[in-house]
């Protein structure tokens, strides 16, 4: 019998974080746990607000689930296929139970999850992402990550050269560019792009609105960076259509509702000709950890969301000069957890 | 380290078998072992002359592959990557590697390879094809089948309907019909599918040329019963350009270079709303137990490749009624295979 375990859990940023839809000092999450004769898998649903999902929302979904008729924590498609379809939405907590899942799995074979997807470990680099700010402020962050080897540098509020300028008297590290389809007219994002190019950005997310359709295409067309989905990329029959509008896509374990899905885009995008960054939001490493054993299969790395906030209940890989150092633990990396010891600070 | 080895293996038909595009009764194949530390993998190529890979061609492949790079047998993207690119094309010789390195890989988890796949093990209802043929010899292979659940009947060349009234006179039961690109006027086609509607046929499989794309586009908006692509569905980029002429698609192990590319194939089919066909080549047991290890994926089912043939050098799971009855052995599914009795009959 597999049983399923959840705790609130209020995740504190060490800064308060701001992107071109808005500003936040929290993020509300559910951790999960699975048993199974024993052995136990850890789980994370991390839900930024302006994505509609809530601690309210998860548990709901929670209490809804009922296992008792899986007694095989291997049946992995019929399991999450249930789970799918319990009731619509609801990516990040359907994430959690996977991630799960996936933990146990990897716990009852004794092999990292990175195996179990026929994937190798290797060191990879994540970038540190810059929040919009004050010039001042952006130069002491990017102080700060003189470690990383890129920063992802959040754009599409009114001060997108300041930020640059600021940005460009501390480093000359390539940048990743996130815009949160903040720009809105596509001649002046082209503009924009083509600065940015200058100024050594390696690609461009989401520029304009993910429902800007013949903007986005325009664009795609004519940007000499690639551009890369972020909104507009959910689920896996997002990347079907992908190519119409971007790039590359970024996949993140709470908009695909976890590892199987992912990989599945991962591998299908790859196949497409499309780029992939793997990305995540404000998470605990419990979700990082489990991002990070897909990380073979991207282009691009941005696996920092466990870095900015300070009530971090578990432990996963290493970080080391910018590196995440996989480690070859069982299921998705985490070291020791202990569930009873967290503690529900709703 | 892990060792390959091959055996050039000529499949001999119990009947010589007609489709639209000509007639045979042997079906060149190679079988490979991979072996590590002891525990060994079995795969297959089978080569039905038509898709261009021959005895020669696979041998010839098989002697570039250096996998002395590689000594964990669990990073299969590396592995596969590799293989992928070591030249272009040759995708059965590329899925008897892929197949031989997914039994290696369940026999060292010790866990059969649907479960790798996180799969349950069901009966699946495997179809069982007639060929093309006088209307008396088809009277007699239908009664030779009479335990098989599903009929998949060759159409396309000139008996088209002499064949189905001969079926009609024996059995009621429901038909696949695979027209392997044999009708040539779509008006035509469109014609013989609303007849074959209405004598129980359950789906089309590719009844004009593959490249006929705007006559396939035209008869997918108008046929009253799904149409499955085969030849026009190669490897994983056709799934994402798929829903333009199909609404479903055939996999097989020996187009889409083995199981793991099949497996996701598969999944961004459904997830795409693609009906799922699993079907075969004239094959050993050993790339048929293979294949049904992705069988809770489909929604239909012809993996009879290895019934039709005399010199089966494998033993996989039992058939009852029709029915494949998936064991729980390691690996793909071999019952104590014995690689030193095979011999070549080349």
């Given amino acids: 019998m597999i049983q399923l375990s959840h705790k609130a859990y209020t995740l504190l940023k060490k800064h308060p974080f701001r992107i071109a839809s808005g500003i936040r000092t929290s993020t509300p999450a559910v951790l999960v746990r699975l048993k199974y004769e024993g052995v136990e898998g850890f789980g994370e649903a991390s839900m930024p607000p302006l994505y509609g999902e809530s601690i309210a929302s998860a548990t709901a979904f929670l209490s809804k689930i009922d296992l008792s008729a899986f007694n095989d924590p291997l049946c992995t498609e019929d399991i999450l296929s249930y789970i799918n379809d319990v009731v619509p939405g609801n990516p990040a907590v359907k994430a959690a139970i996977d991630i799960a899942l996936h933990d146990l799995t990897g716990k009852l074979l004794n092999i990292p999850i990175h195996q179990y997807f026929g994937l190798s470990a290797r060191s990879l680099p994540t970038s540190k992402t810059i929040g919009i700010d004050r010039p001042e402020i952006i130069r002491k962050k990017v102080n700060e990550a003189s470690k990383y080897k890129y920063l992802k540098v959040k754009l599409g509020g009114d001060n997108d050269h300041a930020i640059i300028e600021a940005i460009r008297k501390e480093t000359d590290k390539p940048l990743y560019i996130d815009v949160n389809q903040g720009w809105k007219d596509r001649n002046e994002a082209l503009e924009k792009i083509l600065w940015l190019k200058e100024k050594g950005a390696i690609f461009i997310e989401q520029p304009m609105s993910k429902n800007a359709f013949s903007d986005m295409e325009w664009l795609a067309s004519k940007s000499p ?17 992908a190519k119409n509008f971007y ?13 199987r899905e992912a990989f599945i885009m991962a591998m299908t995008a790859r196949k497409a000709g499309l780029k992939v960054l793997l990305g995540c939001m404000s998470e605990t490493s419990c979700a990082i950890a489990a991002a990070s054993q897909l990380g073979t299969l991207a282009d691009w790395i941005d696996l920092d969301g466990n870095l900015g906030i300070t009530n971090n209940p578990f432990k996963g890989h290493m970080l080391k000069n910018g590196l995440i150092i996989q480690n070859k633990l069982p299921g998705i990396g985490l070291k020791t957890p202990q569930w009873n010891k967290i503690i529900t600070n709703e």
């Fill in 225 to 241: 960076l690639p551009i890369v989905g972020d909104e507009g990329i959910q689920r896996l029959p997002d990347i079907i259509t």
């Fill in 247 to 259: 790039h590359g896509v970024n996949i993140k374990l709470m908009k695909s509702t976890g590892l």
